[in-house]
């Protein structure tokens, strides 16, 4: 009884740290992860990875971005290179890449490893606000940018949709706002501010400029601790020549008084 008891002890611990690894490829080289420690609030992993026919770790560093992980990795030391990956349909795919050498990768995470794999999420600040108008917004969307990457030249980087939205509410029918986006992946800008009135439809409407024909307006539609911020005229507006203004801004933060050059998502949530 003693060892078939030992015996059920050692599979249950087996499964559970089958359940818990990362195992995939680089390549053609199959490997074995173990993601240490993700922190909730800023994403940062800590994790180690060997090849499987290999003792040795490589140890790898770096960050959570929703969906999207980059990681360097380090061997005694020295940086040896990164991992861009992104996790789809509970496999994590991406490339590994180190000077001008790039492989695929391909990372199958067991139920365990995927639920470390989180970190804090707009909807989570979201839930700690009021249900106030004014206040800090967000909206955030990270990808793998690979617009210049080629074969003899492999580079890669973590790409941002986005930007950042305050409100105050002056009185019942008018919005002071600050609204400022980045559209991926060449980065161009769409920036207004301005006080927006309620119009006969109920939606917040700023006059921004006029020139000749063309008008710029800017639309505000508030939901409960969310905005919707859409404009007309992205020429006239003065945006980047590939950005544009309609996001739905999720509230994070309830300040309202930024000096404009702090503005930034980062600075919202680190307020709250």
């Known amino acids: 009884m003693k060892n078939a008891f030992l015996l059920i002890v050692s599979l249950w611990f087996g499964i559970s740290a089958i359940a818990n690894e990362v195992q995939g490829k680089i390549e053609k080289y199959p490997i074995v992860m173990d993601i240490q420690q993700v922190d909730w609030v800023t994403g940062d992993i800590q994790a180690r990875y060997r090849y499987a026919n290999k ?30 990956i992104e ?14 050498k790039w492989f695929d990768v391909e990372l199958y995470p067991g139920k365990k490893a995927i639920k470390q794999l989180k970190k804090k999420q707009l909807i989570d600040y979201q839930k700690e606000v009021s249900k106030g108008v004014s206040g800090g917004y967000a909206d955030e969307t990270f990808f793998i940018n690979d617009m210049w990457f080629r ?38 800008i769409a920036y207004a501010s301005g006080i927006a009135h309620i119009n006969a439809d109920g939606l917040y409407e700023c006059l921004i400029d006029t020139y000749e024909n063309d008008t710029c307006m800017v639309y505000i539609e508030t939901r409960d601790r969310a905005a919707h911020v859409w404009a007309k005229g992205n020429f006239i ?9 309609d996001h739905v801004f ?23």
Not at 64 to 77: A, H
Not at 239 to 245: D, H, I, N, S, V
């Open 55 to 84: 003792e040795s770790y490589l140890l790898l560093e770096g960050n959570l971005m929703q969906d999207v992980i980059w990681m360097e990795e380090s061997y005694k030391g020295k940086v040896t290179g990164h991992f861009y």
């Open 87 to 100: 996790l789809k349909n509970d496999t994590l795919k991406g490339k590994w890449i180190s000077g001008e």
């Open 151 to 188: 074969d003899d030249n492999p580079q890669l980087e973590v790409g941002f949709n986005g930007g950042a939205l305050v409100l105050e509410q002056i009185h019942a029918d008018s919005l002071k706002f600050w609204v400022n986006t980045i559209s991926g992946p060449t980065y161009h």
């Open 237 to 245: 507006c003065g945006f980047g020549a590939r950005a544009y203004l």
């Open 250 to 272: 999720t509230k994070i933060s309830d300040r309202y008084v930024y000096k404009e050059e702090e503005i930034s998502i980062d600075m919202m949530k680190e307020q709250e």
